[in-house]
């Protein structure tokens, strides 16, 4: 059984990260931005920022699980789900939202994704955990909370309601 | 006479094909009927479909899945229509594809099966789609295939077409959702027909009560009540209140072989025109696998109509085969 | 050669006799049952102290494959088989290349079967020149090179016209005719019985009539020449209530089941098992059920179907591969079973397996009276084995059976009074 993070309220999180995830995209000068989850962590997270931010581009899901650079050792998930981006991805500001980073293959595998989708202007990454230990050239450019993990250690998110940040040793 | 019982030395068996195509975990490892599968696993085919329907959506039409592997279509009879869906299918999961036509080619020469499998698993083959004009075919190719090659089968003789089947099943969910309370008629040469037969065997596995068959004697099989299907030799009280209508092909040599007179008279008993479609629910769904003979299974206006979801069947068609790929390919891996 | 065989319990259903008895041989005959004949001296003697001492079998329906088809078997291979399991004497067809349709032919496979030294071949010339149903062979000069019969099997692609034809000339000469009951045209490209596993499987099936519409039509042509008829392998339940009546009918016609048939249905097909595919097909069980009770009640005698092959010839897709089963080695444990299940008698087993098939032949074996050739088999009818490469010695290894326990085995076989297999 997981062993719930009892400091950590995750709704306050994400309220930091959406406020942080306006400036950052002000800032950049990046307007009406399209939103992708990644399912299934990263769109319950996307989910809410998509409704904080009151973005007027419908949220989009991707799946990686065609993606994975893994397929050929572990073989298909079988919870795979469709992908749904609404609309053109050519051309737009994406925000890329996840639960964890960890490796980073997550990640590459959702760039890949949205690049076979067309050619987006800029992609901002932003994770409700960031646990370090990357093993890919990568960064979140909006982080909701640093966790310092050992390897053996796993961080889970659980949810849609409440949303419920687990770690277990695995 | 007291023989009943079954000597010792013979094992009973009945038809089961689960031993050769699911592995030890009960995975689909080969696809070659859908007899003996589970509810679960045609249920998953049909989720991953579901989930592969949007690839053909993206600016790039591919996904990496299947990168670096080499999956050879086995066409032992011609169909170029089918080898181009699975052909496309491959592709799209980035697969590498090898079109083989061996209707004409290597066994006309007197290579056998068998040294076309070896050569080509000696060039590191993973999946070998097959097609091929006899029964048991695909059974047979798996059965002498190396344990980390899958085969899926592309239809053999009037044994089995199982991705024909789950794309037509994978269509009917889309437009019915719930298989449970439809009456579902196929109307055609079930005799002949590798389609029908694994029709039958999905539609029964997925819960539809009331399967029917339509066809005159000559095309149907001696023991229809046991596959599971009630037969109906009259079209109109075949279609009353039926929720879907399969048309298989009828093929051209029906008419040499004296199992029917004419085009003309199957066509006026058998063949589906608008004013036959209104025996059935008005929401009636109409398929056909193609390519339709006009006139013939049914007239135009029925297959460009509204009911007609024969499009629709195409464009699924690639899915179901992505998915049947991924997860044969997908669960076959052998350690290392 | 003088040979004992001792303490043996001997089984001669022709004879009305079942007991423990010695057989005393001297040249090539049964010189004595039970009495040692005056001066006799063994200069063998078999101890058969539990066993069973039968008179040979004769096995009416064989293919040995020679001349033409050595890549598959031999006569010397599939005759040491066949006295290995309880074979003296074997007809073959005249499927060979060339077609046995001539004395030549004849000859050669007498001479081939004389070399080899194990159990006596029967040949059946063909019935018509190179099996090809059109022209009557001669069969006078096959009767004269040794033929006991003459056979369109394994095929039956022949005419009524001159199948009748063929049943008059064969009527005039005496001659035995052997036929496969099966009509060509609707068995058509049928692999399967037709029903269940046809339907399952997409096989094409061969439909009961195939067989039955082929009797209907010999029985009358039987009736009408005259003619002896001898049906091989036939398959169904109507099929033998057919020969029941005609056999009442005092119509001369006789007919064998092959001794899987009595053992195995459709069902066995399984998922496109090649080794089951035989030819006539396996119907249902209620067929098999059937065919048992036509030997019980002597209706029918048992033969092998013997369909030896190479290995090559059962690694394809299941309709295209060769029919038939290399059985003359699972006859005997196969029938020694339904002994132990008691849907059979021993007197039956012997009666069906070699007094039967001798009366159909007009053959002075498969008996042990006293004069009578000594063609001779023993059996231990407890010992098991186990079927592999190493206990086989047919060529052809297609047997569903492999790698079976069987119960029952054959440990001496003589023919003509000569030691011809001892373990």
Redesign the interface.
């Known amino acids: 059984m997981g062993e719930t993070l009892s400091a950590v309220d995750v709704e306050d999180i994400i309220d930091t990260m959406a406020g942080e995830l306006a400036q950052e995209m002000k800032r950049k000068k990046r307007v009406d931005p399209l939103m992708i989850g990644v399912h299934t962590g990263g769109l319950w997270v996307a989910e809410k920022l998509h409704r904080k931010l009151g973005l007027k581009k419908p949220l989009g899901e991707i799946d990686i699980s065609f993606y994975r650079d893994d397929f050929s050792r572990i073989g298909l998930n079988p919870q795979v789900k469709p992908s749904q981006i609404p609309c053109e991805v050519e051309g737009e500001n994406i925000i890329l939202v996840d639960d964890v980073l960890y490796t980073g293959r997550t990640s590459r595998a959702a760039l890949n994704e949205i690049f076979d989708y067309g050619r987006p202007d800029s992609v901002t990454l932003a994770v409700l955990v960031d646990r370090g230990e990357r093993e890919l050239p990568l960064h979140a450019d909006i982080v909701g909370l640093k966790l310092d993990l050992s390897p053996e250690k796993q961080v889970k998110l659980t949810g849609p309601a409440p949303l419920v940040l687990e770690t277990n040793r695995n | 006479?007291?023989?009943?019982?079954q000597?010792?030395?013979?094992s009973?068996?009945?038809?089961?094909?689960s031993r050769?195509q699911l592995d030890e975990q009960g995975r689909l490892r080969h696809f070659l009927t859908v007899?003996s599968l589970s509810k679960d696993i045609l249920t998953e085919i049909m989720d991953v479909a579901e989930s592969f329907s949007s690839v053909g959506h993206q600016a790039v039409k591919k996904v990496p899945v299947l990168r670096g592997k080499t999956i050879v279509n086995l066409f032992f009879e011609n169909s170029t229509r089918t080898r181009t869906t699975f052909d496309l299918a491959a592709k799209r999961l980035s697969a590498d594809v090898i079109n083989l036509n061996i209707a004409t080619s290597a066994t006309s020469k007197g290579e056998?099966?068998?040294d076309t499998i070896r050569n080509l698993e000696a060039m590191h083959a993973d999946m070998f789609v097959v097609r091929?004009s006899?029964?048991?075919?695909a059974?047979?190719i798996a059965n002498?295939v190396e344990p980390h090659v899958s085969v899926i089968n592309a239809g053999?003789?009037?044994?089995?077409h199982p991705t024909q089947a789950m794309l037509d099943m994978f269509t009917i969910r889309q437009v019915k959702k719930d298989f449970s309370n439809l009456n579902v008629a196929i109307i055609g040469d079930i005799l002949?027909s590798?389609v029908a037969?694994s029709q039958i065997q999905a539609l029964n596995t997925l819960g539809v009560k009331d399967i029917r068959v339509i066809a005159p004697r000559t095309l149907l099989?001696?023991?229809?009540g046991?596959?599971g299907a009630h037969a109906y030799g009259d079209l109109r009280q075949g279609l009353d209140n039926v929720d879907v209508i399969i048309m298989l092909r009828l093929q051209r040599e029906r008419m040499g072989s004296a199992l029917l007179p004419s085009e003309h008279e199957y066509f006026e008993c058998f063949g589906l025109t608008e004013e036959k479609l209104a025996y059935a629910k008005p929401d009636v769904t109409v398929m056909h696998p193609g390519p339709i003979n006009r006139g013939v299974e049914m007239d135009a206006a029925v297959a460009d109509g509204a009911h007609s979801v024969i499009l629709q069947q195409v464009t699924n068609g690639i899915a179901v085969r992505m998915a049947v790929m991924t997860l044969t390919l997908g669960h076959s891996k052998v350690a290392g | 050669m003088n040979i004992l065989i001792k303490n043996g319990r001997v089984v001669d259903p022709a004879n009305g006799y079942d007991g423990v008895q010695d057989v005393f041989i001297a040249n090539g005959k049964i010189e004595s049952l039970g009495t040692e004949p005056a001066g006799f001296t063994a200069e063998l003697t078999i101890d058969a102290s539990d066993q069973w001492v039968m008179p040979g079998f004769v096995d009416l329906s064989a293919s040995l494959r020679e001349p033409g088809y050595e890549h598959k078997a031999t006569i010397a291979s599939e005759s040491k088989a066949a006295v290995s399991a309880g074979y003296t004497a074997v007809c073959c067809l005249p499927d060979t290349t060339p077609v046995l349709d001539t004395p030549s032919v004849a000859q050669l496979i007498l001479d081939k079967a004389e070399e080899a030294g194990y159990a006596k071949v029967l040949p059946f010339g063909a019935l018509t020149v190179g099996l090809e149903g059109h022209t009557l062979s001669e069969m006078f000069a096959l009767k004269k090179a040794g033929c006991v019969a003459v056979s369109q099997a394994p095929k039956n692609n022949i005419n009524s016209q001159v199948l009748r034809r063929a049943l008059q000339y064969a009527k005039t000469h005496d001659l035995l005719v052997v036929l496969k009951p099966e009509d060509v045209l609707i068995k058509d490209r049928g692999c399967v019985h037709?029903?269940?596993?046809?339907?399952?499987?997409?096989?094409?099936?061969i439909?009961v009539s195939a067989e039955t519409v082929a009797i209907a039509q010999l029985i009358q042509l039987a009736e009408e020449t005259g003619a002896r008829v001898h049906l091989t392998g036939i398959s169904s339940a109507k099929a033998v209530s057919m020969l029941a009546r005609a056999q009442f009918a005092n119509i001369a016609m006789t007919a064998d089941v092959h001794a899987h048939q009595l053992?195995?249905t459709e069902?066995?097909v399984?998922?496109?098992?090649a080794n089951y595919h035989v030819s006539p097909p396996l119907r249902s069980?209620s067929d098999?059920?059937?065919l048992?009770?036509g030997v019980v009640e002597g209706i029918l005698s048992v033969s092998s179907g013997h369909q030896p092959h190479e290995a090559?010839a059962k690694?394809?897709?299941?309709?295209?591969t060769e029919p038939g089963i290399s059985s003359l080695e699972t006859v005997l444990?196969?029938m020694l079973?339904?002994v132990d299940?008691k849907?059979l008698s021993l007197s039956q087993l012997v009666s069906s397996l070699a007094h039967g098939p001798s009366e159909i032949l007009g053959l002075e074996t498969g008996c042990l009276s006293v004069g009578a050739p000594a063609d001779i088999c023993i059996v231990k009818a407890k010992e098991t084995w186990q079927i592999d490469e190493k206990n086989w010695l047919s060529r052809g290894m297609n047997t569903?059976?492999l790698g079976?326990?069987?119960k029952g085995r054959v440990t001496y076989t003589l023919v003509n009074g000569r030691l011809v297999f001892g373990k």
């Open positions: 006479m007291s023989s009943s019982k000597p010792a030395s013979t009973f068996k009945a038809p089961d094909s050769l007899e056998s099966i068998l091929h006899d029964s048991g075919a059974h047979f002498n053999d003789g009037s044994h089995a002949h590798r037969r099989p001696s023991d229809v046991s596959l | 037709e029903g269940a596993i046809s339907s399952r499987l997409g096989l094409a099936g439909p053992h195995l069902l066995d399984g998922t496109f098992d069980a098999r059920d059937a048992l009770a090559e690694q394809a897709p299941f309709p295209s444990p196969l079973k339904l299940e849907l569903p059976y079976h326990q069987m």
